[in-house]
């Protein structure tokens, strides 16, 4: 691993990988051996650079760009390339924990299955290279005792209580958007718009007993959890391990239990191939009734259950002791049974109020209100992504700021999904908003998008970037911000009168300058 000065004391106020990072970039600025490029800067060599560090790129393509280079550059090749926090890194640090210190293979959320398979592939691949190699291992280093992280981290979250979950939408509305309240009390856990909170959900208790019901097991059997605690087997089912996304590890228990052949062909099928979207462990030990593991080894199987995150839609100069947040509740119906998101409903709708949830606070690194109060700003959030702009503008009108704000908001109907309306046009008809532009897709038989509105008013969208906007975008990384990315690098295009080339450059200029920046999930 690369050579790196530690300038930030082990006992300030950071999370492990937050002090790395910043070590990183203070070594970066002064030029020294192991900053965020690598490259011996002194030495004249040319800083190193990831071009697969991008979530608009393909698994194959970005690990093409990957091939020969060293195992924990490939490693992080294989991630999502959001730089989200999910894991408790950033993609480049997660990969060199993996590497360097056996950090789990299963945080990358927004990766999925796709990110964990190739993972495993390539740590598999490594260690059977090195264990034919002939050389002598070199022993790992003893891991450092942790001293325990500062309270509302994510080592150490803190236990929050609900104030209020009130729904957003109209009565008939498709969809289910909840602004939530967090009281903090007094814990004096701190933070800014751009910030994201992280929550530890609870499984639904109602699957959790019927699994229980299916294996039959009372939950009552002693079990030793992920953590290494001996905890009740229906505790572990319900805080500790991951039953919507069952890992191939658990399948494959399952396969090696079942008496019925042709289920443990089926089930070994199954943990090659991979479990499909929405196929829980219920489902499955529904369908192969014949395979019942012992709950030991089927809790070890498990994957372990991450935490969430969720844009903070609130300011702390407005609410010094609050964390707001917009939740869209996930429900579907897979496998003939109805279907809900974990977090999603566990925040919303199952806990109480004043119920407690184990809540920490995600920084992030450049996600931020310009410093510059005059900057104009253009904010494109549809959906549940309109949350950190609820915190950014209430941040703008509680500094002050000059700067004008133009908001792109988009969601299916106008008269059931325009949530927040009363907020936004109160901040339009006073000013903070310069510009509101709005994409409600389903009431026109053409369906309309955010992108659409951009391209629609593109000669003043240029004339903003010319003035010097900052473009944020949160919400959706699949399809929505790769559609406004698409619409973005079209409008320089063609406002510049540039070339496909000389448009990317100019998108790229944009991002080294910190002038487009995106929370995407």
Not at 166 to 180: F, I, M, Y
Not at 477 to 496: N, P, S, Y
Request: charged share 30%; net charge negative.
């Amino acid at each position: 691993m690369p050579t790196q000065v530690d300038l930030i004391p082990e006992d300030a106020p950071f999370e492990a990988e937050q002090r790395e990072w910043l070590n990183g970039l203070i070594a970066a600025l002064a030029g020294w051996e192991g900053s965020l490029g690598g490259g011996d800067q002194g030495g004249g060599e040319a800083k190193e650079s990831f071009p697969w560090h991008d979530p608009a790129m393909e698994m194959d393509e970005r690990m093409e760009l990957a091939e020969g280079k060293p195992h924990e550059r490939q490693l992080m090749a294989a991630m999502a390339q959001l730089d989200c926090g999910q894991c408790g890194y950033l993609c480049k640090t997660y990969a060199e924990a993996i590497a360097f210190e056996g950090e789990d293979l299963n945080r990358c959320v927004p990766g999925a299955k796709e990110t964990e398979r190739k993972l495993k592939e390539l740590v598999a691949e490594h260690d059977a290279a090195n264990s034919g190699s002939g050389e002598e291992e070199k022993p790992k280093p003893e891991p450092k005792p942790k001293k325990k992280a500062p309270l509302g981290t994510r080592d150490n979250p803190y236990m929050a209580k609900l104030k209020s979950s009130t729904p957003l939408n109209a009565e008939g509305s498709t969809k289910d958007t909840r602004h939530v309240v967090i009281d903090l009390g007094d814990s004096g856990i701190e933070y800014q718009a751009g910030d994201s909170m992280g929550i530890y959900p609870e499984n639904d208790p109602r699957t959790v007993d019927a699994i229980l019901a299916d294996i039959d097991a009372s939950g009552g059997e002693k079990v030793k959890a992920p953590d290494g605690e001996n905890k009740l087997l229906r505790q572990v089912l319900l805080k500790d391990v991951d039953i919507t996304k069952p890992s191939d590890e658990v399948v494959s228990v399952l396969a090696e239990s079942a008496t019925d052949a042709d289920e443990a062909e089926d089930l070994r099928m199954l943990a090659e191939r991979g479990v499909e979207e929405g196929q829980t462990l219920l489902e499955i030990v529904r369908v192969y009734p014949s395979a019942r593991p012992k709950v030991q080894a089927m809790v070890d199987a498990l994957g372990p259950l991450q935490p969430r995150l969720y844009s903070i839609a609130s300011s702390s100069r407005v609410y010094p002791n609050e964390i707001h947040t917009t939740v869209a509740v996930v429900k579907t119906a897979v496998y003939g049974r109805g279907y809900k998101g974990v977090a999603s409903t566990f925040l919303a709708k199952r806990l109480s109020r004043h119920g407690e949830v184990p809540l920490y606070i995600q920084p992030s690194q450049e996600f931020r209100v310009c410093a510059d109060p005059d900057h104009p700003a253009i904010m494109i959030g549809p959906g549940t992504g309109i949350a950190p702009f609820m915190a950014f503008l209430q941040e703008r009108e509680a500094r002050g700021d000059a700067g004008r704000n133009w908001v792109f908001f988009g969601n299916p109907e106008s008269a059931k999904d325009h949530i927040y309306k009363d907020q936004l046009e109160k901040w339009r008809h006073g000013g903070l908003i310069s510009r509101l532009t709005l994409a409600f897709s389903r009431d026109q038989q053409d369906k309309v998008y955010v992108q659409d509105r951009m391209r629609e008013q593109a000669r003043e969208f240029w004339a903003w970037l010319e003035a010097g906007a900052v473009i944020y975008i949160c919400g959706d990384a699949e399809r929505m911000a790769k559609d406004v990315d698409t619409a973005l690098h079209d409008i320089v295009a063609e406002q510049g009168r540039l070339s496909e080339a000389e448009a990317r450059r100019y998108v790229e200029t944009l991002s080294s300058e910190h002038r487009y920046l995106r929370d995407v999930y």
